[in-house]
């Protein structure tokens, strides 16, 4: 009998610990099914990522003056250094033979025009033959080539400045004797002032002519326009030379500064979100946790762009949807596929 009562005990024994033991599974799947977690509706917008450029400041034009005649500097009326507009006489070569020449050559172009105009005069009475006024005709027009020419090379004696600039370097005094070529001055042009940098293969395809751009020089940064992009790359560096054009009326950029170029490339779709959102998977893979179906769901991300609020992300899988549900609290204790209860948090 006491065996009897021993063995019913027993079974009674196992199957409330069997019901305890179900339970407590049963409990254990509820609390998982329970699992909160906390999430944030991000909109996708467009995002124009900043393409910079190194370079440097380049004056838009750099002549060098040369003498067109021979003869002795008599005066110079110009500094290194200073700024001049255009017209502005800078310097006058001794003119004496110059002019002497003028009225020589003034003076056979008058004895050879009376002279054709006695031969036309002849030749329509019909006492000079044609071959002798087309003679008179080509030498007045001689005469006439040689006394526009002394008084070109007499205005050449005086060295203007071609267009409004500065004086870079000087190279003559006063009193110095030039042949034709010798140089005098190197003038500059900085206004506008070019801004020359180089861009790789990757960047020169999302830079476009008279497109916008900021350049940090000098400790200030201005407004420009790209003006010029090279059609062929560097043999050696494989880059591409971009051209920024600055105003600068007030000559305050120099010629040969360092320079930071800044431009917007052309815009794509993006969403924005804090830095603190993305996480890793088992694998390793940069991504997000989103709400699908209830469910969580990984994506991995691509980082567009670190602002140092917050990360400028794309997927292929985000780009499919205009608004997109990630969780904010709590996905570090969630897993791929785990089904949780949602909190919405906009």
């Known amino acids: 009998m006491k065996i009897i009562l021993l063995i019913i005990f027993f079974i009674l024994g196992s199957l409330f610990l069997f019901f305890k033991e179900d339970n407590k599974i049963k409990v254990t799947e509820k609390i998982q099914i329970e699992k909160k977690v906390e999430v944030k509706s991000f909109l996708k917008s467009k995002f124009s990522k ?44 001794d003119p004496e033979d110059k002019v002497a020449k003028v009225k020589e050559m003034e003076a056979l172009l008058n004895q050879r025009k ?15 033959s044609e071959v002798k006024l087309s003679q008179s005709r080509t030498n007045f027009e001689n005469a006439l080539a040689l006394y526009e020419k002394s008084q070109v090379e007499l205005n050449n004696t005086k060295v203007s400045m071609p267009f409004d600039s500065a004086i ?43 497109q916008t751009a900021n350049v940090r020089i000098g400790g ?3 407004k420009g326009i790209v003006d010029y992009i090279s059609k062929t790359s560097d043999p050696l560096t494989r880059s591409f030379k971009i051209q ?13 500064l360092s320079s930071e170029v800044e ?4 815009p794509t779709d993006a969403f924005f979100i804090p830095s603190s959102l993305v996480t890793l998977s088992n694998n390793g893979e940069i991504g997000i946790k989103i709400i699908m179906d209830q469910k969580v769901k990984f994506i991995p991300i691509s980082i567009i762009s670190d602002t140092g609020k917050g990360y400028w992300i794309s997927s292929e899988d985000l780009m499919k949807n205009d608004e997109v549900s990630i969780i904010t609290q709590g996905q570090d204790f969630t897993l791929d596929g785990e089904k949780v209860n949602v909190i919405k948090n906009d």
Do not use: C, H, W
């Open 244 to 256: 920024v054009k600055i105003k600068n009326s007030d000559y305050s950029i120099l010629s040969g």
């Open 50 to 93: 900043t393409i910079k450029l190194r370079g440097f400041s380049e004056a838009s034009r750099t002549v060098i003056l040369k003498a067109q005649v021979d003869g002795k500097i008599s005066t110079k009326q110009f500094k290194k250094g200073k700024f001049y507009n255009a017209g502005d006489q800078l310097l006058l070569i």
């Open 263 to 266: 431009i917007m490339g052309p």
């Open 114 to 128: 009376k002279e054709y105009e006695v031969a036309e005069s002849l030749f329509e009475k019909g006492f000079r």
């Open 220 to 222: 200030e940064i201005e």
């Open 168 to 210: 870079d370097e000087s190279f003559v005094e006063l009193g110095d004797y030039l042949k034709k070529g010798d140089s005098i001055a190197k003038i500059v042009d900085l206004d506008p002032i070019f801004v020359i940098a180089t861009a790789n293969e990757k960047e020169i395809n999302k830079i476009k002519l008279n």
